[in-house]
């Protein structure tokens, strides 16, 4: 690995750090404010900032032990840029303490809710009278909360640190052992991280609403962090290529299989969306169908129609074409429009709500605050800080994995 690429590293580094810093400061400040001021929705910027990095973290651990369950060769120069994000797992964690220790003031259910057995219900009632969540207490009190947050960024951690460990320990001895341990792992490990990642978007993202029933939330949670995966590492490996350290490695073939599978899960992702759905059109069970009653108010509708046209339609036709997986500024372009349509999906998801009032409630507003921004690239900072340090101090590919030759000479 040449000084130069370390030094360039270096200088990413720091510059993504005061990014970070800067931008964090101001979206904190607003996530302070909101508990002050009893107002939610900068905590929900917050949790939106998180939720956008944590998804392309988990999607490129799900990707890497994918790769290698199916003995996958192709991306083993890729599966290093995978390893270098996962050093933003521990900055994820503790970037998300602020909203735990929110649970902790005299405010505690000011983001979920149903922390707060004193917080108003819709038309009459407070969360503590309410039958339904009598019902799901065994599962949604707060000390369980707190216990399975910490267990799932514990889950997270692990697997992807023996992972990185296994992979750069090869790179020094090129003891084959190593991959068959990460083989081995991953097997066990998809099944645990998808648990894991079940559990975080129910906690975080679906418990927002705890009346709410979906047995496919876990599912599109998966799909959509697969497809912000993918489009970041495109966009990585293209970035890497341009600069140098994929220089005359990453090749047409490569790009063009990211963008396949790109594809194919922006196909898997409209499946589970609309059987969600339909599952709960079909039911009509007003414990379900509220969910997506408020997202046609209160400005919401054009973003249900923007997320079917933009983040289904659009990049889908787009990736039929065959130089669209191979022509570079496209494949960058098409990237670049699923993570930001990835960010307007978890606008979709998170922000919509019942405002309780008198004998009833109003749907909570479609609204762009300086805060969302603030949060996405002050944490993203932070991410890419994580993400530079570690290619500093590694090869930037897996110099004596036994597949790195059939990566390289990889051709369609």
Not at 60 to 68: E, G, R, S
Not at 129 to 144: A, C, S, V
Not at 149 to 176: E, N, P, Q
């Amino acid at each position: 690995m040449s000084s130069d690429l370390s030094i360039s590293n270096s200088k990413v580094a720091s510059i993504a750090f005061i990014v970070g810093l800067v931008a964090s400061s101001i979206a904190l400040f607003g996530l302070y404010q909101g508990v002050q001021n009893q107002e939610v929705r900068p905590l929900m910027s917050w949790l939106i900032g998180i939720g956008f990095w944590l998804s392309i973290a988990v999607g490129m651990l799900f990707l890497t032990q994918i790769w290698y369950v199916f003995h996958a060769r192709w991306p083993t120069i890729l599966r290093r840029q995978c390893e270098h994000f996962f050093a933003v797992f521990p900055v994820i964690f503790v970037l998300f303490i602020p909203l735990l220790v929110v649970t902790y003031t005299d405010q505690p259910g000011l983001l979920w809710k149903w922390l707060d057995g004193s917080n108003a219900l819709p038309g009459h009632g407070t969360v503590g009278e309410d039958p339904i969540f009598t019902w799901k207490q065994p599962y949604l009190n707060h000390g369980f909360f707190i216990f399975r947050a910490v267990g799932i960024f514990a889950t997270f951690v692990l697997v992807a640190s023996l992972l990185r460990k296994w992979s750069f320990d090869t790179d020094k001895t090129g003891d084959i052992a190593n991959t068959h341990k990460a083989r081995r792992l991953s097997s066990v490990g998809l099944f645990i991280c998808a648990g894991a990642a079940t559990l975080g978007s129910i906690d975080w993202f679906k418990s927002l609403e705890y009346h709410w029933f979906s047995t496919m939330y876990g599912v599109w949670f998966f799909a959509a962090s697969m497809r912000a995966a993918l489009s970041s590492l495109l966009i990585i490996s293209v970035l890497s290529a341009s600069k140098g350290s994929l220089k005359g490695i990453l090749k047409q073939a490569h790009r063009y299989d990211i963008a396949c599978m790109m594809l194919a899960f922006t196909i898997f992702w409209a499946y589970i969306s609309f059987s969600q759905y339909f599952l709960i059109y079909n039911a009509n069970i007003p414990e379900e169908t509220f969910w997506y009653n408020i997202r046609e108010k209160n400005g919401w509708w054009p973003v249900s129609m923007l997320l079917i046209f933009g983040h289904f339609l659009t990049p889908f036709i787009v990736l039929l074409w065959y130089k669209t997986k191979v022509v570079v500024w496209r494949t960058v372009a098409v990237s670049a429009w699923i993570l930001v349509f990835h960010i307007v999906d978890l606008f979709w998801n998170i922000i919509p709500g019942k405002i309780p009032t008198e004998g009833g409630y109003i749907v909570r507003p479609f609204t762009i605050s300086v805060f969302d921004f603030a949060a996405i690239i002050g944490i993203g900072g932070f991410c890419i800080w994580a993400y530079c340090k570690s290619m500093s101090k590694t090869e930037p590919i897996p110099i004596r994995d036994p597949n790195i030759l059939k990566s390289i000479d990889y051709a369609e």
